[in-house]
């Protein structure tokens, strides 16, 4: 997967998922703010904080959740 940008229907850019040098994805929202990271490895999402939000990747849930 390359980096991945996610905008709403106007095409205004709301964040991106990057793929990082460890492995894992990193999810910001538009301003750069962290939003979550997903590891391939343990199949799941973690927030900024570290805090397991889930199985499967739930990035872009992240990233467009308010």
Do not use: C, W
């Not at 492995?23 to 997903?38: C, I, S």
């Amino acid at each position: 997967m390359n980096n991945q940008e996610l905008r709403d229907k106007v095409g205004r850019l709301l964040g991106k998922i990057k793929h990082v040098s460890t492995g894992k994805f990193e999810g910001r929202d538009a301003a750069g703010q962290l939003k979550g990271t997903y590891g391939p490895k343990t199949d799941q999402t973690r927030d900024a904080v570290g805090r397991v939000v889930g199985k499967g990747n739930l990035l872009a849930t992240l990233i467009t959740s308010p």
